[in-house]
C-alpha cells in the first residue's frame, strides 16, 4: 500500500497535468479508490491514542483525482438513466447489504455487512459500519465515517467534504441514534453511543453544552453516550437580541449500555423533542 499511496503523491503533485486520456494514471488511481469501496482502507479514522481524527490524505487525493480523470458516462438503471463520471456501487447480496428500490451509492463508498440502505444516498470515500441503517432521504456525504449499529433516521443530512484534502470529515461513532432530519456538518463529530434528538443541527460553530452545569463543553464535537438536543441560547449583538443555536446534553447514558428506543424517546419526550 505504500508504493500505491508515493503513486498517488506523485500524479497528486502533478494534477494540472493530468485528464481523461491518461490511462495509466487512472489505473492507479481506481486501485486506490477501490481499496475504499472494498473498506480495505478508509479515508479517515481515530487515533486511539490520542482520540484525534486521522486524515489519510493520500485517499482523499485518489478521490480527487478521479473526478479529474474520469469522462462523463451515461449510466442506464431500468428506466431510469443518468449521466455521471462514477459508477455506482454493486455487490450487495455477496457482501451482505440490503439496498431497499430508490437508495444508492457510488463506487468508493464502503457498505459493511448488514447494512440497510433505504431510498437515500451514500457519496464516494464515505463507509458505514456494520449494522447501521441509512434510512428514507438521509444522505452521507462524501468521506463521512458512520459507526456500527447506528440509525440514521428520515431526512438526516451527515455533510461531505473532499477540498481542502486534509479537512475532517463528519464523524458519527458506534451504536448511535441520529434524529429525524439532523444536519451533522464541516467535520463535525458524534461520540459512541449518542442520541440526537430530531432536527439537531451540529458543526463546528455550534456550542456544545451541559444542561447540568452550563458549561460549554466545547464545539462541533457531542462527548459519548449521551442524550443531546438543539436549543437556542439569548445573545447580544450590535443589531438587538437574538437567539442563537446550541446543542445541549440533556442526559448521561451508561457506557456500552444500549437503550432501547422507547427508552430514548421517552427521555426525548420529557424534554420537548420529538424522537
Known sequence: MADLEAQIAEYWERRDELGPGDTEALGVVREAVDLLDT????????????????????LKQAILLLFRLSEMETVEVGP?????????????A???VRVVPGGSARWGSFLDRGVILMPGYVNIGARVGANSMVDTWATVGSCAQIGANV????GVGIGGVLE????????????????SRCMVTQGARVGDGVALGEGTILNPGIPVIDAETGGELGRGVVPPWCVAVTRYRRRQYPGGEFFAPC??????LTPGQRHTTAQLNEILRDHGVAP
Open 39 to 58: 473498506g480495505q482502507a478508509r479515508v479517515a479514522g481515530i487515533d486511539a491514542a490520542s482520540d484525534e481524527v486521522v486524515v489519510h490524505l493520500w
Open 80 to 92: 431510469f438513466e443518468y449521466a455521471d463520471k462514477l459508477p455506482l456501487k454493486r455487490g450487495y
Open 94 to 96: 455477496e457482501a451482505g
Open 151 to 154: 440509525h440514521l433516521s428520515g
Open 164 to 179: 481542502p484534502p486534509q479537512a475532517a470529515p463528519v464523524i458519527i461513532g458506534d451504536d448511535c441514534t441520529i434524529g
Open 247 to 252: 446543542v445541549l446534553v440533556v442526559r448521561r
